[in-house]
């Protein structure tokens, strides 16, 4: 995402370098201008009325692609696109995204024979043993993550078959056979299912738009071309015959890393959710997910809960039902349906505007594919939009299922771009627009003076520069954070302190930064009260400052909310007064996530600690009815009883407990107490 807003930042600078040049404003119209302003209107509207505007100006942290500048930053290049290049560039910029496509697969494929080059270039080991994830099971190369490099390669297939189907020499067919062939075997070892249905409904547009578009003209049928698509499809069966696929079981050589059915049986990683990586009740799972996405609409019917706001919206309106799931303690940052997602966070207008770009786009690609007056079937001007309406149907398809990462974001944008240049379906801004107008004098008043000019465009150069200097600095207190967030996962929290406090001076809006280096000052607080009570002090007043601060400018993150809760926690082992600020967080925390058990066992242990049993008690009570098979909740609970001396009640929590897991070796410690 940072490297999307290079690209915006630098684009747009030579853009206004070039009109200053020309002494003329260069922005040329397409068919979605009105979609796509009506669309970034509801993003900002949405982003004005979020209950987190931060998340909705940056997007999810971690993420990123998604929030308010991410869309800006699209349609700029989009427009800056349309408006710079003309017809012949647009092969160019396909063969650049087809190779780099290429490269990526031949990056995947080792790592479903267990070598991956990352390891490789990392490490020095030959094999795949670097990674948390058994990506020889699922291979993702360098998107992070199967179902993206699977919707990457989806959508760059087609695009490759255009260029297949107008190759003019053997050399030619036979160097994008192998090509194609290469993008499919990486695509195969995805093992999507979503990005898999995509692709087949991608090549049902691209053969019936081409069947339709000879019937209507009343032109003979393009067998050569049909005989290329044939041979194609033969090339991928055959390589599902041999490896399988996401959505059948048959396979003729075995890898004993790859489960038959990866897309249902592959377990979840660390990294990332079931729906994710696959899992066996990802289905089901996401069922569940989709119910609170309708629940968030509901709520925020108009405008969402905010763009890019999901992580923190559903946990207002996550189901019960989500309890009983393998992953009932992820955390969703997405509906894992595209368009629930802007339903729930951007409501209906964002909903609305979002598949207005969509349906526009598919029907002027169908006027012009299927309906043109162009009589000639093989030519780029009926194969080329075909293929880019197939690539987009591939997204659209396996979108709803997963949703959208920056690399496939970009397509969303450049794929009408590209068509719409090709073409030549762009029209320069008229001179008699009172806007055009007005730029225009002023560009030829300041291409007057040579010496305007050229302050003119200093000043462009100086701006986008510091903006660069900006962006490298968000950057660079990420990598801060990073380091900082290890050293408190490693218990040193002094190193921490250090570097998260540079990670605050270089990016003091983010209030994840804020929030934990509150909780590494308290730590390091509590580290130094018996040693040098001075400092101990300093940094308790620092934690108080810095978490404070973070939960004002974002007070429904509960991300921020669970780091309050350590953070207090520490310092009412320092000052007994801290007690009451803890429960308060604590409160407030399950307020905004009143069907989370894992905050009310965090409840419970902090209330035992603070020797209120009968609240703790009644805590993991709570905790276990909206979760009954909560193993950790019913032997605390069941702890808690032996001291308040009910034995029946205690002996009930640890018969549950070996119920759900016989031989459960704390389970029968305790019931060892109870004899």
């Not at 987190?52 to 999810?60: C, E, K, L, R, V």
Request: glycine fraction near 6%; hydrophobic fraction near 45%; proline fraction near 3%.
């Amino acid at each position: 995402m940072i490297t999307v807003y290079a690209l915006a930042i630098i684009t747009t600078g030579l853009w206004i370098m070039r009109m200053v040049s020309e002494k003329k404003l260069i922005f040329k119209r397409t068919v979605l201008d009105i979609p796509l302003a009506l669309f970034l209107l509801g993003q900002i509207i949405s982003t004005i009325f979020s209950i987190d505007p931060h998340i909705s100006i940056w997007g999810y942290y971690s993420r990123s692609n998604g929030g308010l500048l991410s869309i800006i930053s699209y349609i700029i290049l989009y427009y800056a696109y349309v408006s710079n290049f003309e017809k012949e560039d647009v092969l160019g910029f396909l063969k650049g995204a087809v190779i780099a496509g290429f490269f990526v697969s031949l990056y995947a494929i080792p790592e479903h024979f267990g070598l991956s080059p990352s390891c490789v270039i990392l490490t020095g080991d030959f094999s795949a043993s670097c990674w948390v994830q058994d990506v020889q099971a699922r291979v993702f190369a360098t998107l992070g993550q199967p179902n993206w490099l699977a919707a990457y390669l989806g959508m760059l297939i087609f695009p490759a078959i255009y260029f297949l189907m107008t190759a003019r020499t053997k050399l030619q067919l036979f160097t994008l056979y192998f090509l194609l062939f290469t993008l499919y075997l990486a695509f195969t070892f995805t093992y999507s299912r979503g990005a898999t249905l995509g692709l087949i409904a991608g090549f049902a547009v691209l053969i019936l738009s081409q069947y339709l578009a000879s019937h209507l003209k009343g032109a003979k049928l393009n067998k050569a071309d049909f005989k290329l698509l044939g041979i194609v499809l033969g090339g991928f069966l055959l390589i599902n015959l041999f490896f399988g696929s996401a959505l059948t079981e048959v396979r003729l050589l075995k890898n004993p890393a790859v489960p038959l059915r990866p897309g249902f049986t592959q377990a979840a990683a660390p990294s990332g959710t079931q729906l994710e990586n696959g899992g066996t009740e990802s289905g089901q799972i996401r069922l569940i997910v989709w119910k609170g996405a309708l629940d968030i609409f509901k709520a925020y019917p108009l405008f969402g809960s905010g763009v890019e706001t999901f992580a923190y919206a559903y946990y207002q309106f996550r189901p019960n039902e989500h309890n009983l799931v393998s992953e009932w303690d992820f955390l969703y940052n997405k509906a894992h349906n595209e368009y629930l997602n802007y339903l729930a966070t951007t409501g209906a207008f964002g909903f609305i505007t979002y598949l207005a770009i969509i349906i526009t786009f598919i029907i002027y690609s169908i006027q012009y594919t299927v309906y043109s007056k162009n009589k000639s079937q093989h030519t780029a001007y009926s194969i080329l939009p075909a293929a880019l309406l197939a690539g987009y149907i591939s997204y659209l398809i396996q979108n709803f299922f997963l949703f959208s990462v920056v690399t496939i974001s970009i397509f969303f944008y450049l794929f009408p771009a590209l068509a719409f240049v090709y073409l030549q379906k762009t029209r320069q801004l008229s001179d008699k627009n009172v806007i055009a107008g007005t730029i225009n004098s002023l560009l030829v008043l300041v291409g007057r003076k040579k010496i305007i000019f050229r302050a003119v465009q200093v000043l462009i150069i100086v701006i986008v520069l510091l903006m660069l200097n900006s962006l490298y600095s968000i950057w660079e207190a990420d990598t801060f954070y990073k380091k900082g967030t290890d050293y408190n996962d490693l218990g040193n929290p002094g190193r921490a302190y250090n570097y998260l406090v540079g990670a605050a001076r270089l990016n003091s809006k983010e209030p994840l930064y804020l929030s934990e280096l509150g909780n590494a000052a308290a730590a390091s607080a509590l580290a130094l009260s018996t040693e040098d009570s001075s400092t101990s002090g300093e940094l308790k007043d620092d934690s108080l400052f810095f978490t404070e601060l973070s939960l004002s400018m974002s007070p429904v993150n509960t991300t921020i909310l669970r780091t309050a809760i350590k953070t207090y926690f520490q310092l009412s082992l320092l000052d007994p007064a801290f007690k009451a600020k803890t429960l308060e967080i604590v409160d407030r925390s399950t307020e905004l996530a009143p069907t989370d058990p894992k905050l009310l066992l965090n409840k419970a242990v902090i209330l035992t600690q603070f020797e209120e049993q009968a609240d703790a008690i009644s805590a993991l009570e709570k905790a276990i009815k909206i979760k009954p098979n909560y193993r950790e909740a019913r032997l605390n609970l069941a702890e808690l009883y032996i001291k308040a001396n009910q034995k029946d009640r205690a002996k009930e929590q640890i018969d549950a407990v070996v119920k759900l897991i016989p031989g459960d070796p704390e389970a029968l410690k305790l019931q060892e107490q109870l004899k």
